[in-house]
């Protein structure tokens, strides 16, 4: 199989490239500093540089993979930034950094993606439960609430645009022990991912657009 991991330099992301190497797929992986992309290179991954808060290597990035054909896509890469419960309101720069990062990295990358996934493809992106409306309960974190709805938009236009070719799904990850889960989070990486991948294999075309949690169970958007 041919996997992209977009944001492996740490985290799940990293994990994902992990367990797909060590089962022998081929998989090509992003990260923004040469620390990350040393990383992946280490596990055998063909490691680009990508920062998703720069158009330009947005743009490198389809030229880059352009001829690939990948089974899987996955679009990782995010912030949480400025912590602040509603009405407390975010700065501009707060508001750019997690916008920038979570809505518009995604919109930037799903184009270089248009001509590179295989027939019958799994595009995911890595949302969170924090961005579902329906099952709110809390004011806290209101920008990632807010980024992580609006990544969910636009998983869902891609799922329309690729839909017949990919099968494109958000994931919620479950909380996880990363830099941005914290220790205190229920999930290591490993069983969270060994989560993701196996929805992955079992996903059928009706799955197409879904908001799903790790282990597959549907969530209110
Ligand atoms: N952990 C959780 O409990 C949890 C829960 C819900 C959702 N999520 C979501 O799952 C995804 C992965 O989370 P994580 O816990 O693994 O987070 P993490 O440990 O903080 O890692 C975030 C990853 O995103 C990359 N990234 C950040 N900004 C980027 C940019 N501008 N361009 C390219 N890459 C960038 C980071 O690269 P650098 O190393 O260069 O910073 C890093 O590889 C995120 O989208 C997060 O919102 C996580």
Redesign the pocket.
């Known amino acids: 199989m041919q996997v992209l991991v977009i944001?492996?330099?740490?985290?799940?992301?990293?994990e994902f490239v992990r367990q797909y190497r060590a089962e022998g797929h081929a998989v090509t992986a992003?990260?923004?500093?040469e620390k990350?992309l040393a990383v992946l290179t280490e596990l055998g991954a063909k490691a680009l540089p990508?920062?998703?808060?720069d158009p330009r290597q947005c743009t490198a990035l389809g030229r880059r993979l352009e001829g690939e054909r990948f089974d899987v896509a996955i679009l990782?890469?995010?912030?949480?930034g400025a912590d602040k419960a509603a009405p407390s309101p975010p700065t501009e720069a707060e508001f750019d950094l997690v916008m920038h990062?979570?809505v518009l990295?995604p919109m930037r990358v799903l184009p270089a993606l248009t001509d590179c996934l295989a027939q019958g493809a799994r595009l995911a992106l890595?949302?969170?439960?924090?961005g579902s409306i329906g099952l709110r309960t809390s004011p806290n974190g209101w920008l990632y609430r807010a980024s992580?709805a609006a990544a969910n938009s636009v998983l869902k236009d891609a799922s329309i645009a690729f839909g017949g070719r990919a099968t494109c799904v958000a994931f919620?990850?479950?909380?996880?022990k990363?830099?941005?889960?914290g220790g205190q989070?229920e999930l290591s990486?490993l069983e969270a991912v060994q989560g993701m991948r196996a929805v992955l294999v079992r996903l059928r075309l009706t799955d197409n657009g879904a908001f799903l949690n790790h282990n597959g169970e549907a969530l209110a958007w």
């Open positions: 944001g492996a330099s740490r985290g799940i992301g990293l992003t990260a923004r500093d990350g990508l920062d998703l808060l990782n890469a995010g912030v949480y990062t979570n990295g890595l949302s969170s439960r924090m992580k919620h990850p479950g909380w996880v990363t830099d941005r889960g989070a990486p």
